[in-house]
C-alpha cells in the first residue's frame, strides 16, 4: 500500500528551511549586511543575570557569523542576536535533551525559541530552546550530505560545485510506502512505487533523496528504532539496487521510530499509516531551475 503527498512533516519542515553543514562539511550562510534590523558589538558580559529582559523571539536561523546568528521570526522579520558565553542551548526532551548543546547545535535553518537580554543597545540571546527532533533531523542531513559527497567524490564533483552552498531545500514530492506490524518487507507494488519515485526524481535536475523510516506505538523505543532504520535501508537498497538509483544522490537514511506519526496509534487504520518510510525528493533553492 502506497501514497503520494506533497509534504512530510518532520523532515519536510526541516528540509524546507535552510540547514546547512558547518564550515568543515558545507558553508553555513554568512551573515548578511545589516538592514535597519539590530547590530551587535563588543564582547557581552558573562553573567546576564543583570540585563534588561529584551522580546522572546520565534521563528528559524537563517544566517551564522562567529558568535552572531540571524533569526528570521514567524512575521519575517531578520533579528540579529549574539550567542555569549553565558547563552544556554537546550533542546526538548529526547535524544539532546537533559543537557546543555553548544553553540555549534545552532545549525541554519533551525526552528528556535529565543529569550533575549539588552545590552549596548542589541540583543543577547539568554536561553536558546529547540526541539530534539529538529536538531537530529538536522544533523543528519548535514552528516548524509556531507558522507554522499566523499564517497562518490569522482562522481558528484560537478554536482558539488553547484550545491556547496546549500541553504534552502525545495520538496518536489514525498512517497510514503508501508509495512505490516514488525515486518520490513516490501510488497510487489510498493517496489513499482518506489522505481517510478525515482524516476520521477532523474527527471529533476540535481534532485536528492532522503530516506526516513517510522513505526507504529506497539512494541518499545528500542525495537521500533532498530525497526525503523531496517525499513528506511531496505528501501534505499531496493531504490538503488533495483531502480537505479545512485548512492551519491542518496542521503543517509534514519530512522525515526514511531516519531511524528501521520494519523492516531489509538486504532489500527492509524497505525497502518504510521508504519511508513516516506522518500522524500529534495532540491537545493541554490540549484532549482538552473
Known amino acids: 500500500m502506497s501514497a503520494i503527498s506533497t509534504s512530510s512533516k518532520i523532515t519536510l519542515m526541516l528540509a524546507t528551511l535552510a540547514i546547512v553543514a558547518p564550515s568543515n562539511v558545507l558553508a553555513q550562510q554568512d551573515m548578511p549586511e545589516a538592514q535597519g534590523d539590530i547590530t551587535v558589538n563588543g564582547m557581552p558580559p558573562a553573567d546576564l543575570s543583570g540585563l534588561t529582559e529584551g522580546p522572546e523571539i520565534e521563528g528559524f536561523i537563517s544566517a551564522r557569523k562567529a558568535d552572531r546568528m540571524q533569526v528570521t521570526s514567524i512575521d519575517g522579520t531578520n533579528i540579529v542576536i549574539t550567542v555569549a558565553e553565558a547563552t544556554q542551548i537546550r533542546a526538548s526532551k529526547g535524544l539532546f535533551g537533559g543537557e546543555n548543546l553548544t553553540a555549534d547545535s545552532l545549525l541554519n535553518g533551525l526552528p528556535v525559541t529565543v529569550r533575549t537580554v539588552e545590552w549596548g543597545g542589541s540583543l543577547v540571546a539568554s536561553r536558546v530552546k529547540l526541539r530534539n527532533k529538529d536538531l537530529k533531523t538536522a544533523t543528519m542531513i548535514r552528516t548524509g550530505t556531507n558522507q554522499g559527497f566523499a564517497e562518490q567524490a569522482s562522481a558528484t564533483e560537478a554536482l558539488r560545485g553547484r550545491v556547496s552552498d546549500i541553504d534552502q531545500y525545495n520538496i518536489k514530492g514525498t512517497t510514503n510506502v508501508n509495512f505490516d506490524t514488525g515486518k520490513a518487507e516490501l510488497s510487489a507494488q510498493d517496489k513499482v512505487e518506489l522505481c517510478n519515485t525515482a524516476s520521477r526524481a532523474e527527471a529533476i535536475d540535481n534532485a536528492l533523496l532522503l530516506i526516513v523510516g517510522y513505526t507504529d506505538s506497539t512494541g518499545d ?70
Open 221 to 290: 523505543y528500542e525495537f521500533n528504532q532498530r525497526l525503523s532504520e531496517k525499513r528506511a535501508h531496505r528501501v534505499v537498497n531496493y531504490m538503488q539496487q533495483a531502480c537505479g538509483w545512485k548512492p551519491y544522490r542518496m542521503l543517509t537514511p534514519t530512522g525515526m521510530a514511531e516519531a511524528d506519526p501521520l494519523s492516531d496509534n489509538d486504532t489500527q487504520e492509524g497505525k497502518a499509516q504510521n508504519r511508513r518510510v516516506a522518500v522524500n525528493i529534495m532540491v537545493s533553492k541554490s540549484v532549482d531551475g538552473l
